[in-house]
């Protein structure tokens, strides 16, 4: 089991290699992220222990439940699941230092709020919906321009880039569709020189997909179940609007 995850990390790390090699990418450019959501905390340890250091959660709970934990080993915790309002106070609580869903300006504003009142500040990423699906997350690609011109205002949030998670098992040009389409949104969005906008983080590609990220520009690769195998809950419990 732990001989696997350390395998794992190592095969989806050539991988990683191998796709910047081919796209003129600097593999230290293209971070990989480990989503560990329902991964328990000594699995994750074991993945820390390689030299890995960037994990992230989908559920402040689960983030909440782990942290003790993993606290004394060295890592670094962004968070890439919807987030509700009502959890804003808690998830300040666990060091993240960067949310990658960021897709609506009440939250953004909520936020910020707390984070005034904590003297504190966050790096976030603009959660896009580049696949159109209604059951995703993310702003729609029409209206990140505004968001991120307003989100811009709040002094204590510094936007870092863009995420996306694309459509998922579909055809590899549909994929690809996706992660072109968050670039030239980031594109679009660097030649409007927004002050304290920056657009160095594009966080796209999977475990399926990261081949393709990597070649259109991705630079961090969030894989989860490549390393630590399948998850028991359905991705649905995680993604769903409704849920
Ligand atoms: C779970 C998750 C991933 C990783 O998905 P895998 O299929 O486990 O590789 C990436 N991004 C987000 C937002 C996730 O929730």
Same mark, same amino acid.
């Given at each position: ?16 290699? $191998? ?17 560990? $959501? ?27 439940? $782990? ?177």
């Amino acid at each position: 089991m732990n001989e696997m995850i350390t395998e794992n990390i190592r095969i989806i790390q050539q991988r990683i290699d $191998k796709a910047c090699k081919t796209h003129n990418r600097n593999p230290q450019d293209v971070k990989l992220l480990l989503a560990t $959501k329902t991964v328990p905390a000594e699995r994750i340890e074991i993945a820390l222990r390689t030299g890995q250091t960037l994990i992230a959660e989908n559920k402040v709970q689960e983030l909440k439940d $782990k942290f003790e934990y993993l606290n004394t080993i060295p890592h670094v915790n962004h968070f890439i699941g919807h987030l509700q309002t009502n959890k804003i106070k808690d998830i300040l609580k666990y060091n993240v230092s960067c949310i990658h869903s960021i897709d609506r300006f009440d939250l953004a504003e909520k936020l910020h709020q707390r984070l005034l009142k904590e003297n504190k500040t966050m790096e976030v990423l603009i959660q896009v919906n580049t696949s159109f699906e209604d059951s995703k997350y993310g702003v729609s690609p029409t209206e990140v321009l505004d968001l991120v011109r307003q989100i811009a205002t709040l002094n204590t949030l510094q936007i870092k880039g863009l995420m996306t998670i694309g459509l998922l098992s579909a055809e590899a040009k549909k994929i690809r569709q996706c992660f072109q389409l968050l670039k030239h949104i980031q594109q679009e969005i660097i030649a409007l020189h927004i002050p304290q906008v920056s657009m160095e983080e594009l966080s796209m590609g999977m475990g399926g997909d990261l081949e393709i990220a990597i070649a259109e520009g991705a630079t961090i690769v969030r894989v989860g179940t490549a390393i630590f195998g399948q998850r028991p809950t359905a991705d649905s419990y995680y993604w769903n609007e409704n849920l």
